[in-house]
């Protein structure tokens, strides 16, 4: 039975453009000479065009795609109906250079434009993107580690979408412990290695959308030492490609299987078996061995900030969804005539209940768009300044640094927090396949596990982020924030809440102290136990400031100054004000009951013994 | 394609009786005259059996039927394969009658002990248990308010199994305001009404496992007043019934669909058209007319009770799961050695993030059980008193009535927090249907949204169980906290942990007198807005005082009196103190958050404007 192809995928271009042009005033990049072959008008242009794809192309893809899945028959995985013509326009749309370096044919687009774009498109069809994701991530790493025979043997085909990528990280035993791959290579000649091993949970890994696929794949060159400082990088194409760019021999690269997933189902999960037949080869990244975990961070960090994206893009779908429905659906009267069964029923957004998960969705949307934004313009302002001012620059790529696992681990739990609100709000009706929202729920669960666990994120942002730079990025991240709060906390409207962002972040300095101190004392154990809650701390203090921050600025473009103003902006505005005192009022607080369990020091889990846990299994 | 039958179901018997016997004291009631008839031997018995049916034939059927679903061809539902095969052994083996009345043919068991029953059945295979768990609803609303020849009619087959029976109030206009109802009741003869209507979501409401299904349904005869008092209950059979218990003729009930569900995949949920050829009759409940709601509402506070229980089974068995699955997995070394490469692997319940995960599941199912087995203990006394003591009797019905918003919607709601956490610590492998954990997620969500969602036993706490007789049950609640506090504040080792529910009791008042003074002042929307926080908190501080009334008891039955304990027994009690421990410091915290929340009575998700949302949808 075939899906009528109806497109559920919901986006707000004004809000969207607040956050761009208002707040963060990513108009400035134009005027660095990085960015100076820009303008507003073709960025708008871009995502505009993107928008239209993902309403009209990919957006009625994604309920059909996830009922279909892929198949795998006779070693070969073929995508849903729809997918191969979306691909195709794609790539005729430009969409996937957009961000692409100038130097490698691409547009050379901020970041923080590009953000948006993968928003949307990830918002619109979780799955399918991940295809295209993957392809520009080992495009970028291919561009920037890559030698340029490499380059040019493969990078004009991934950019146009005739051969796809992948990244080749995890093995049966090897997942988050990525040094333990035992995938093995050996030297052949020059670049040239053989390799064999077993590869899983590889996203993209098998995919009837191109004609080929370029793997990039860890493995260890025989003698190299254990561990992640042993392995290298290889480029593993899935057929090999001569000078001339047509297609030569097979490689001995199989397909073993593809996951059956909760979610995401488009996407083919592949299991690869390298080598079986002992003709496998690879060619090693940049001709340098022993540097793969330091070429892949370079497009796994780009993956983690993008399944943030991936979070905020499902998140801000359901929430305009379950908005759209609590507008529309009526159910019960109005709660002061809840005694009089004969009056008039209302929609449900009267219904106080129902304004509070709207409002939590759409302050929290708001505020992870925000923040992904204001990340990738960080990375923005180091590319226009690393050659102007270094120091300036380091700044800005500390940030980068600092805030990219907040962004992954914040945004991707909060994206199933959010769809599970959207759920809610439909009630029965969000349960069913009828409403887009409970694929929603089931495709944003993988993003706290993908790319890094979000404890591993967590544990990366304290034994890592916190004390980079002597510890300079997080002291700038803190001083940014107080200097917000003493500059506003006379602010009519929001004083209580700009005090309240005060108060929170002494408390967030309070339990990095003595996150630090359990470290000082030998307790790396109880920094661990702790990492998550401080994690969830930081991004909360960090979600409040950014949502104070645009009600500064709403209030500033709406009101008495502005005559000609429509009701609909005036209330556009007051909305911003509306979701930043909410947050405060109503997820801050969460802050220092965190703070209360990590100062607490309380062992009980690292103390248990494991049959305290049950004696039944 | 056929899947294997296997058994991921797993439950903790030891635990179990803990609850039941060593902390809840349930043997009490066997010594009353109304529990006399039986022994905690017998009860045990039957446990055991139940638990063997679990784990042998529906545990078994649980992921297949998930794959499978239910079919709906030709007017007519398949459930999956292995299903009327499990509801002819349920029946056989006397389950479904455990706890019904010994006048109507059951075994007269307890509420307590049938609490444990259903745990296990609906952890084992929650889809499966919607059928006779709903029979079990409708048998047990007849038999309190049926006439004699109405009983007659139906009774003896739904306990033998033959007929199985549903609720039915939701239409499409009418779900959470079931006051809305427009199915029509037009009298024909003495109880014989004529039934013409749609009803929806209506769970188990057509299949294969019984020869017919006597409905339940909500209806308004001609001329009766609005809103929910001028709602009938009517017996609508599927088919009709001759007084020798035979079949006679098909009523007029078509099945019009059933729905594609995010979980519970293999209980179908029907759409139903009563009337369609003006050939529906139904017989009047009782001979009563607009008594519906009331009398429907004993099956609703079981079934919201019911649901609490199902969302304790799902949690369970996913916690177990996960324990196990933490046992054995390896992966990546002690946080102490994570600079060695060559450093043995350990199993990952070594990690501290995932022993948080794992110790908050346990001390969330755990405190979620002794909270549904101590409103079913409550039940049991009130059934032993009320002929006896009846000002005793009704403090206990008090507490029945005061806990069941709370079980269904905290137990609901953590049953899917709790599946988001097995699927967290089996990380990827917890995405996929190669374990259970992901089905337990889709499975639970369901729990938040039917019979009343959350927010409307959060309504129902505030607006009607917390006035109720005066507000001594909640005075009552609050009190039997207060004394334990009193009592062990000085007890050793959880000094800190009782001074901390101390606290949080005086919170939870507080948090009570705010919402209070918003009624007071007419601020209506206020309480709506604060409902659900005020819930949790109230659940918060109820299971933490059932977890530190735990952790006293297994005190004193670890430790030097005890010398020829096994270690294992000993290891048991000291998780039992962890638990609690744990709970205090990582969880109870966000009381204070919430009731900061309810107290500074923010008002912006009430004031701000629709279009302050969003001006793109």
Redesign the interface.
């Known amino acids: 039975m075939a899906d009528a192809a109806v497109n559920s995928y919901?986006?707000?271009?004004?809000?969207i453009q607040f956050t761009l042009y208002e707040h963060l005033q990513v108009q400035q990049l134009f005027d660095h000479p990085h960015y100076s072959h820009l303008s507003r008008e073709e960025c708008d242009a871009v995502i505009a065009q993107c928008a239209k794809f993902a309403t009209q192309v990919t957006g009625p893809l994604n309920g059909p795609g996830d009922r279909a899945g892929c198949r795998f028959e006779n070693g070969t995985v073929t995508t849903p109906d729809g997918f191969r013509q979306a691909w195709k326009t794609l790539f005729e749309l430009g969409l996937m250079s957009f961000a692409m370096p100038t130097e490698s044919g691409g547009f050379g687009g901020p970041h923080a434009v590009e953000c948006v774009l993968q928003e949307i498109q990830s918002g619109a069809n979780t799955a399918f993107n991940m295809y295209p994701g993957l392809t520009h991530g080992a495009a970028d790493m291919l561009f920037h580690c890559g030698t340029q025979a490499q380059k040019d043997l493969f990078l004009p085909h991934m950019l146009s979408g005739r051969f796809s990528g992948t990244m080749c990280l995890?093995e049966p035993?090897a997942?988050?412990?990525v040094?333990?791959a035992k995938t093995r290579a050996k030297h052949v000649d020059g670049e040239i290695y053989e390799i064999t091993g077993q590869k899983c949970?590889i996203s993209a890994g098998d995919h009837d959308l191109t004609e080929n696929i370029v793997h990039m794949v860890l493995a260890r060159i025989d003698g190299a030492?254990?561990?992640?400082?042993?392995l290298s990088l290889f480029i593993v194409p899935k057929v090999w490609v001569k000078p001339d760019g047509s297609l030569g021999k097979p490689n001995d690269v199989q397909t073993g299987s593809i996951?059956?997933?909760?979610?995401i189902k488009a996407s083919a999960t592949a299991v690869l078996n390298f080598g079986e037949n002992g003709a496998c080869r690879g060619l090693l990244m940049g001709g340098v061995p022993n540097q793969g975990i330091k070429q892949m961070f370079r497009m796994m960090n780009s993956a983690r900030i993008a399944v943030g994206i991936q979070g905020i893009g499902v998140a801000a779908t359901a929430y305009?969804?379950a908005?759209?429905y609590a507008?529309e659906r009526?159910?019960?009267?109005a709660?002061?005539n809840?005694k009089d069964?004969?009056a008039p029923?209302v929609a449900i957004?009267e219904?106080?209940?129902v304004?509070?998960m709207?409002?939590e969705m759409?302050a929290k949307v708001e505020g992870m768009r925000t923040l992904a934004v204001k990340l990738a313009l960080h990375n923005d302002l180091h590319e226009c300044l690393k050659d102007v001012d270094a120091g300036k620059a380091a700044r800005h790529r500390g940030q980068v640094d600092l805030l990219t696992p907040i962004v992954k681990s914040y945004c991707s739990d909060q994206a199933?927090r959010i769809a599970?609100l959207a759920?809610?709000t439909y009630?029965?009706a969000?349960?069913?396949?009828?409403n887009p929202v409970?694929q929603y729920?089931?495709d944003a669960?993988?993003l706290?596990?993908?790319e890094g666990?979000?404890?591993i994120q967590?544990?990366d942002l304290i034994a890592r982020k916190l004390q980079a730079n002597g510890g300079e990025d997080f002291r700038l991240f803190l001083e940014e924030i107080e200097t917000f709060v003493a500059r506003h906390e006379k602010t009519p409207g929001i004083q209580a809440e700009v005090t309240a962002l005060g108060v929170a972040v002494d408390a967030l300095k309070r339990a990095a102290a003595a996150l630090m101190e359990f470290f000082m004392s030998g307790k790396?154990?109880?920094v661990?136990?702790n990492?998550?809650d401080f994690l969830a701390v930081m991004a909360d203090v960090t979600i409040a400031h950014l949502l104070l921050e645009a009600a500064v600025v709403a209030e500033t473009k709406r009101g008495s100054d502005h005559d000609d103003q429509s009701?609909?902006?005036f209330?556009?505005y007051?909305?911003k004000?509306?979701?930043a005192?909410?947050f405060v009022?109503?997820v801050l607080?969460?802050?220092?009951?965190?703070v209360?369990?990590i100062t607490?020091g309380?062992r009980?889990?690292?103390?248990?013994?494991?049959?305290?846990?049950?004696?039944?299994?």
Not at 225 to 230: E, I, L, M, R, S
Not at 330 to 333: A, D, E, M, R
Not at 430 to 434: I, S, T
Request: proline share 3%; aromatic share 6%.
């Open positions: 919901e986006l707000d271009l004004r809000a995890s035993h997942g988050s412990d040094g333990a949970w030492p254990a561990g992640t400082k042993g996951e059956h997933k909760m979610g305009l969804n908005l759209g507008r009526l159910q019960g009267s709660a002061k809840f069964p004969n029923r957004i219904h106080a209940d304004r509070r709207l409002l759409k199933f599970e759920i809610q009630g029965g969000g349960y069913v396949q009828d409970e729920c089931r669960k993988i706290s596990i993908y666990t979000n404890h967590a544990a790396v154990d109880q661990m136990l990492a998550n009701q609909e902006e209330d556009f007051a909305g004000v509306a979701a005192k909410f009022n109503h607080p969460m802050v220092h009951a965190r209360a369990t607490a309380d009980s889990a690292l103390d248990v013994h494991d049959r305290g846990f049950s004696t039944a299994v």
